[in-house]
């Protein structure tokens, strides 16, 4: 499969633990984004990179929220100390930005539970 | 800052009926619109978009045309099945292009009976 990968698919934790996904783009692709979606609601924009360069975050992403593409491919997202709230279904999509589509594909998402 | 409303679901229908699914969306540049789905248990696809006013996007039978002096997008099918039942997001990117981070509406849930 060359699609996007995330791993967990799913992650219970109790709050104020720290948690980290992983997302794995399509190989060749340069941008790689990352989404909150939560129940009833479509998915909220947090951050994207182009290569290893976070180059924007959204208001969203609070200071709890850091995220890494440390060689310009995978990426992780870690949450520290969860609250409630952030029990969420977070996306990661990529897309190859200087092509005539920049198409986002996306991946299946990490469910997070915070207990 | 920029936004995507679009009708509440779930809407329901029989199969051959013709579907209109609204969006409308506020964004203070020149966006391009996207119609994503995401059928039970799979992730967002592409279903289809436009870049520019008066552009009609088109895949699987779908259409949406992009309505620059309604600010509209709205999402039409002229005959449904059964598998077109899924949630439908209408999203627009406000830098041009698709390359940013994509606005979501909240998604229509379709669901197509026999």
């Known amino acids: 499969d060359t699609g996007v990968s995330q791993d967990p698919r799913h992650k219970i934790t109790k709050r104020g633990q720290n948690v980290t996904f992983r997302c794995d783009p399509i190989s060749e692709h340069n941008r790689l984004y990352w989404y909150r979606q939560t129940l009833g609601q479509g998915p909220e924009f947090l951050t994207y990179f182009q290569n290893e360069a976070q180059l924007e975050k959204s208001r969203l992403l609070s200071d709890r929220f850091s995220a890494e593409r440390p060689k310009g491919s995978f990426s992780t997202l870690e949450i520290q100390r969860t609250e409630q709230g952030d029990s969420a279904m977070y996306l990661c999509a990529s897309a190859q930005v200087g092509r005539a589509s920049s198409e986002q594909y996306f991946g299946p998402g990490t469910r997070l539970t915070v207990t | 800052g920029d936004s995507v409303t679009q009708m509440e679901g779930p809407v329901t229908l029989s199969e051959e009926a013709f579907l209109t699914i609204n969006c409308t969306y506020t964004?203070?540049?020149?966006?391009?619109l996207f119609w994503y789905v995401q059928y039970p248990g799979e992730g967002l696809q592409l279903l289809l978009k436009a870049t520019k006013a008066d552009d009609k996007g088109s895949n699987k039978g779908f259409e949406a045309t992009y309505r620059k002096e309604t600010t509209s997008f709205h999402l039409e099918k002229g005959s449904v099945q059964v598998s077109d039942s899924a949630v439908y997001f209408c999203a627009l990117n406000d830098s041009g292009g698709g390359a940013d981070g994509l606005t979501f509406g909240k998604g229509t849930h379709l669901i197509i009976q026999p």
């Open positions: 964004a203070t540049g020149y966006p391009s």
